[in-house]
Each structure stands twice: as structure tokens, then as C-alpha cells.
């Protein structure tokens, strides 16, 4: 059996808010937004812990923090892929 840690919790964010996110950027190109599917799909996520929010650089990354948008509802995802 394996022995959990105090890190399990995070990893499971981690995982749980990448899966979010990416259901998130489906939903957009595909229902809400189709003009914008080149751009959110050259869009490389990158995690970052701390942050607080999801964020996006001239090049083309976007950030997020796990720990907050694990909370979110796929809706408000995809609403922050949108806005950025």
C-alpha cells in the first residue's frame, strides 16, 4: 500500500485543476468561441503555485495556479481561457 504525505493533496489538485482546464479550452473552441481555437490551442499551460489567479505572457503561456482553480466551475475556466 502506498503511504501518503502531506504533498498528495497537491498532487491531486495538480492533476484535477490540468484536467479543468483542458476540459475548459475543449469547450471553448468547440461551443463557444471556435475563432479563437488556433490561439487558445497554441496556448502552453504552465503551473505555478502561488500565483493566485491564471495569467499569460507575450509568449504565447499560460499560468495558473492549481490550488485556485481546482475550485473553479469548468463555466469560469472557461471564462479565464477567454479573457486571457
Given at each position: 500500500?502506498?503511504?501518503?504525505?502531506?504533498?498528495?493533496?497537491?498532487?491531486?489538485?495538480?492533476?484535477?485543476?490540468?484536467?479543468?482546464?483542458?476540459?475548459?479550452?475543449?469547450?471553448?473552441?468547440?461551443?463557444?468561441?471556435?475563432?479563437?481555437?488556433?490561439?487558445?490551442?497554441?496556448?502552453?499551460?504552465?503551473e505555478?503555485?502561488?500565483?493566485?489567479?491564471?495569467?499569460?505572457?507575450?509568449?504565447?503561456?499560460?499560468?495558473?495556479?492549481?490550488?485556485?482553480?481546482?475550485?473553479?466551475s469548468?463555466?469560469?475556466?472557461?471564462?479565464?481561457?477567454?479573457?486571457?
Amino acid at each position: 500500500m502506498a503511504r501518503r504525505t502531506a504533498a498528495t493533496p497537491q498532487v491531486d489538485n495538480a492533476e484535477a485543476a490540468r484536467t479543468r482546464l483542458q476540459a475548459a479550452r475543449a469547450k471553448a473552441i468547440s461551443n463557444v468561441a471556435p475563432y479563437f481555437g488556433t490561439a487558445l490551442s497554441s496556448m502552453v499551460m504552465h503551473e505555478v503555485r502561488g500565483l493566485g489567479t491564471v495569467a499569460t505572457d507575450t509568449r504565447w503561456r499560460f499560468y495558473y495556479d492549481p490550488d485556485v482553480v481546482v475550485d473553479w466551475s469548468v463555466g469560469e475556466c472557461v471564462a479565464a481561457w477567454l479573457h486571457e
